[in-house]
């Protein structure tokens, strides 16, 4: 099994920088991936890591760090519309199913 | 069509009752997927297709529901005996394939809110 960890709530002013984090314990590691939800919509990917490292696509990049089980999502920039849950989903070695964290609620405010 | 539909977007029942939801996955992926979101979770595993067969159905919670892909294309998730707790958004998603490497990206469908009275 698989315990994905990931705050419930955060704020953050327009304009500024966050960065959600991400840790979890797999007993095999094949990927992790980063989804945005507004409330009342479906999961829209935003990220995947399998390799060490920082994955930059525009105001978003991902961080993984594989022997400490750890990743964060940066947003740089932050906008009204940035007001979302940001899901961390992990998938285990072998598997084809990723594991869903509860998401972060982030509320960006003026 | 462009992304993965669903329908209904919503359906109220009452306790007992059997519902079917229909899933429309995005032409050409093999892989579809369906998942249960309770308000505050994230997206619960249910069962997972690829082509017609249920690779994966480890995450049905009980013998009252199945899900079926006939074609390979649509897919429909059934409930049988709603009960309260099954109030929920099921959503699903497909993706090109599925291996255990590799991106495979999930493209999420808009969900069937259900609600059992």
């Known amino acids: 099994g698989q315990n994905i960890d990931q705050p419930t709530e955060m704020t953050a002013t327009e304009g500024a920088i966050v960065q959600i984090n991400c840790t979890y314990q797999t007993s095999g590691f094949n990927g992790l991936f980063w989804y945005q939800q507004h409330a009342g919509e479906a999961p829209t990917f935003l990220s995947y890591n399998v390799l060490d490292g920082l994955e930059e696509k525009g105001r978003f990049s991902s961080f993984l760090s594989r022997s400490k089980g750890y990743s964060y999502l940066l947003l740089k920039e932050l906008q009204m519309k940035d007001s979302a849950s940001y899901l961390c989903a992990v998938r285990e070695g072998g598997s084809y199913i990723p594991t869903f964290g509860r998401g972060t609620s982030l509320i960006v405010h003026p | 069509g462009a992304g993965v539909s669903q329908t209904p977007s919503n359906k109220v029942t009452e306790k007992g009752k059997y519902v079917e939801l229909r899933c429309d996955p995005i032409s050409g992926h093999t892989a579809l997927y369906w998942y249960r979101q309770s308000l505050g979770q994230g997206p619960e595993f249910l069962i997972y297709?690829?082509?017609?067969?249920?690779?994966?159905d480890s995450g049905l919670p009980n013998d009252r529901f199945f899900a079926v892909r006939p074609e390979g294309s649509v897919s429909t998730l059934k409930i049988q005996r709603t009960e309260r707790g099954d109030s929920a958004m099921y959503l699903c998603?497909?993706?090109?394939?599925?291996?255990?490497?590799?991106?495979?990206?999930?493209?999420f469908g808009p969900g069937t809110r259900l609600t059992v009275l």
């Open positions: 297709f690829q082509g017609t067969g249920a690779a994966d």
């Open positions: 998603a497909s993706s090109l394939t599925a291996t255990s490497g590799g991106t495979d990206t999930q493209y």
